[in-house]
């Protein structure tokens, strides 16, 4: 392996400093990514303004597309850079973390996705109302989807602007600044424009480069070992700066035991948290049955599966070739580790090859950016309009408003009205992100599903399986995993009481983990069942049987 002590040997200039012409290449392809989503939102936003279009893309795509599209929605820049970052940087404790993001996906096949599916019609909120028609009920679920979506928002905003300016090769904060407000701008033209069918296609081609970039990667990276994937495990443990302990369980977490319980606690809500994010149940409702759904769920389950076997190996092969204390140079958090291994890859700094592949792989994280928050921003407008507007505050009983009859919100009415929230929460998504530039951006993610986790996907298991379900159990359950999820993480040390906290100058902290998942889900749990309990008024046995009907056989559904 001459080639790879080689390499090793020759100082590596991290990206985070790249030259012109990584610079000008980047801004090429940056641009020529941007033109080829705003022509596909253009052409795509001509074809239809119908409710059913904007919401569910017309329900005309096919399983396949469809599962490139979930996969698309569910492998964002985190996915892309983060997870092969902490590989390279801490091994199978970094394996051990992706092991989550694929697993869910067996909770979202088996228990949720036919079922909704049939059950609802755009938003999580229709499935819950099948059954509980209550106006408290959609204000709640809607509500909840809201912060869910605008949580994973700034998460992904936070991380393109550092990483857009990380890769262009600055970390100013004006760079940063500019960034978010560009990127928040675009995604408001994509939904607002394109709705759901321009999403889709956006979600699709950026899921094809994905896929296509960490192929290209990985077939490079096994012919510079000669496919002797031992010899890659080995010369990365050699070049981790921990030996054998870098291939062992430990290295980042398990030290303590409030490591290992933060660390059950964050396995717990991503496993749990992809079948409640809104984003991803949404995708249900763009394809014409509930088999379709299911096998788009396989191909989702097929590509993702990949991908995460492709960042093992990339994450090992920037460690074996870069080196661990490299990679953190270059980024405290292993998230430059991917392009830094494609400039190693293409010939290393200052090769054609080099400059070319940093510059792709650049081009592919943003594309990845600019995919996941048009996706986001479309369910939480969807769920503003569609819940909360129409269906809590203009649905149930007709109001009188002097003396006439309020008519209940048209369809078309909503979609007006998911324009201009996509454009509020747009707004309001850059705002946050501005002052949130600083904030972890794993945390955000982390917290996003565990908020799913303890208030989405409680009350749709309950709605959906418990015959006894109530509405105030609909709402206890929605809210007692929502606020605990919130105040835990408030009092947690990432807010207060750490260097890398929020707020490090003080300390206010009781709560011991940074994930609150082990706390609030099972929170979310026993609040449902209490409020059912408690409720005075029983459940509706003809609704469930209704409910019951159509998730299992499709009769009625939309």
């Known amino acids: 392996m001459t080639a790879t002590t080689g390499v090793m040997t020759t100082a590596t200039p991290p990206p985070v400093a790249p030259t012109g012409q990584h610079h000008g290449l980047a801004i090429v392809l940056f641009a020529v990514i941007v033109l080829v989503t705003l022509g596909i939102t253009l052409w795509v936003g001509r074809q239809g303004n119908a409710a059913e279009d904007f919401f569910a893309g017309g329900r005309d795509f096919t399983p396949l597309q469809n599962g490139f599209a979930l996969s698309g929605d569910y492998l964002s820049a985190a996915s892309f850079l983060g997870v092969a970052g902490l590989i390279a940087l801490y091994g199978y404790d970094g394996v051990l973390y992706s092991i989550g993001f694929l697993v869910a996906w067996l909770v979202v096949l088996m228990l949720v996705a036919e079922l909704v599916r049939n059950a609802g019609r755009y938003t999580l909120a229709d499935v819950l109302a099948l059954r509980l028609r209550r106006r408290r009920v959609r204000a709640a679920a809607g509500g909840a989807s809201v ?27 004006q760079a940063r600044t500019w960034t978010i407000i560009a990127v928040g701008a675009l995604m408001i033209v994509y ?23 960490s192929v290209l990667l990985t077939v490079l990276l096994l012919v510079r070992f000669h496919g002797d994937l031992f010899e890659l495990m080995r010369q990365a443990a050699q070049h981790s700066g921990a030996g054998h302990r870098y291939l062992e369980p430990g290295l980042k977490y398990g030290a303590t035991l409030t490591s290992r319980l933060d660390f059950f606690s964050l396995g717990l809500a991503l496993v749990l948290g992809t079948a409640g994010l809104p984003h991803i149940l949404s995708r249900f409702y763009t394809v014409p049955t509930a088999r379709a759904a299911r096998r788009s769920t396989m191909w989702a389950i097929g590509l993702v599966g990949g991908f995460y076997l492709m960042a093992i190996a990339l994450g090992l092969g920037a460690t074996a070739l870069i080196g661990s204390a490299e990679v953190r140079h270059a980024n405290s958090a292993g998230n430059t580790a991917v392009p830094l291994l494609a400039l190693v890859l293409g010939g290393g700094n200052g090769s054609t090859g080099g400059v070319v592949l940093f510059a792709l792989i650049s081009a592919i994280a943003f594309a990845t950016i600019l995919a996941v928050v048009a996706g986001l921003t479309l369910a939480s407008s969807a769920a503003f309009a569609h819940d909360i507007w129409a269906g809590a505050w203009h649905g149930g009983p007709r109001r009188r408003r002097g003396g006439e009859v309020a008519e209940k919100p048209s369809e078309q009415q909503e979609v007006v009205v998911a324009r201009f929230a996509a454009a509020g929460i747009g707004a309001a998504a850059i705002v946050i992100s501005l002052y949130a530039q600083q904030l972890n951006v794993a945390f955000l993610v982390g917290l996003a599903f565990a908020v799913a986790a303890s208030s989405n996907l409680p009350v749709l298991l309950y709605s959906l399986f418990w015959s006894r379900f109530t509405a105030r159990g609909a709402v206890w359950s929605v809210y007692g995993g929502l606020v605990p999820a919130i105040l835990l993480v408030f009092f947690s040390p990432v807010v207060s009481g750490s260097g890398t906290a929020l707020f490090p100058g003080v300390d206010f902290h009781w709560f011991p983990l940074e994930n609150p998942g082990i706390v609030s889900i099972p929170l979310g749990f026993l609040a449902g069942w209490i409020g059912t309990l408690t409720s005075p008024e029983p459940a509706d046995a003809d609704r469930f049987a209704e409910l019951e009907v159509r998730a299992l056989t499709g009769a009625g559904a939309a």
């Open 147 to 173: 912060v869910v979506t605008l949580l994973y928002l700034v998460a992904q905003m936070v991380g393109a602007g550092s990483l857009v300016a990380l890769l262009l090769g600055t970390n100013s904060a």
């Open 191 to 213: 939904v607002t424009i394109g709705g759901m069918r321009a999403t889709t296609w956006i979600q699709i081609v950026k899921a094809f480069l994905l896929t296509a970039g």
